[in-house]
């Protein structure tokens, strides 16, 4: 069965940075993109970006341009979301998603991680 | 980038029918998929396409659209319904490759 599982619950500085791993399991990983959605104490989703497991291509939420790097190692299925230069509205819980991909473009999100928790604060 | 509106809460009589909507410029262009998140816990994906549900969805789930907008329909809702609902599309200005999700609606079952 098709499995994300995150790495565990982050506590960082403001200014800091925060590497968050998700690790796929059950379907062959380059067929498809990872997206990152974050979302903050009772907020709603937010977007951050997405990778093609395929290629390495990225596309990143213009709000987050220059704060964040997606990579995927293919050798091991795993996805890596870093965010740079951490401020306290970062604080949020972070999710990485399956994402359908269809002719180079993305369609839907199909299986979620469970989610890993960053905090910011001093 | 594009946006998307929904409704911030509704709700529904135990069995009775609810649609959540969710318009936007985007929609004119892309279908919507539509999530259920319940407290505490990850997203779930219930409806994408033009009106597909995944394996193991209650078929009392189903989509549609409209111009620009897209409604999602539980039609005899479960007290187990009672969640946030999010729609999302592809952003359909600047970022062409960008996804958008709507702001989400909480959903009460009375």
């Known amino acids: 069965q098709v499995q994300l599982v995150q790495s565990g619950a982050e506590v960082k500085k403001p200014g800091a940075s925060v590497k968050v791993s998700c690790k796929a399991s059950?379907?062959?990983?380059?067929?498809?993109?990872i997206s990152w959605v974050r979302q903050a104490p009772g907020q709603g989703l937010e977007w951050m970006g997405w990778?093609?497991?395929?290629?390495?291509?990225?596309n990143y939420a213009q709000k987050l341009q220059g704060r964040v790097t997606m990579t995927t190692d293919t050798s091991t299925s795993t996805a890596y979301m870093e965010l740079r230069s951490l401020r306290s509205d970062d604080t949020a819980v972070y999710y990485c998603?399956?994402?359908?991909?269809?002719?180079?473009?993305?369609?839907?999100?199909?299986?979620w991680g469970q989610g890993t928790l960053v905090t910011v604060s001093s | 980038s594009s946006e998307l509106t929904q409704d911030p809460a509704v709700s529904v009589a135990l069995g009775q029918t609810v649609r959540i909507t969710c318009q936007g410029d985007?929609?004119?262009?892309?279908?919507a998929s539509w999530y259920q998140q319940k407290p505490g816990q990850a997203p779930v994906l219930v409806i994408y396409?033009?009106?597909n549900r995944p394996s193991g969805i209650p078929d009392r789930f189903s989509g549609s659209s409209s111009g620009n907008t897209a409604s999602l329909t539980i039609t005899g809702a479960q007290a187990e319904d009672e969640a946030d609902y999010y729609c999302n599309s592809r952003d359909s200005s600047g970022n062409h490759l960008g996804v958008v999700f709507g702001g989400g609606t909480k959903l009460t079952v009375l």
């Open positions: 985007s929609l004119r262009s892309y279908y």
């Open positions: 396409g033009k009106n």
């Open positions: 990778i093609s497991a395929y290629n390495g291509n990225t």
């Open positions: 998603a399956r994402l359908v991909v269809v002719a180079a473009t993305p369609d839907y999100f199909d299986y």
């Open positions: 059950g379907y062959t990983f380059t067929s498809y993109g």
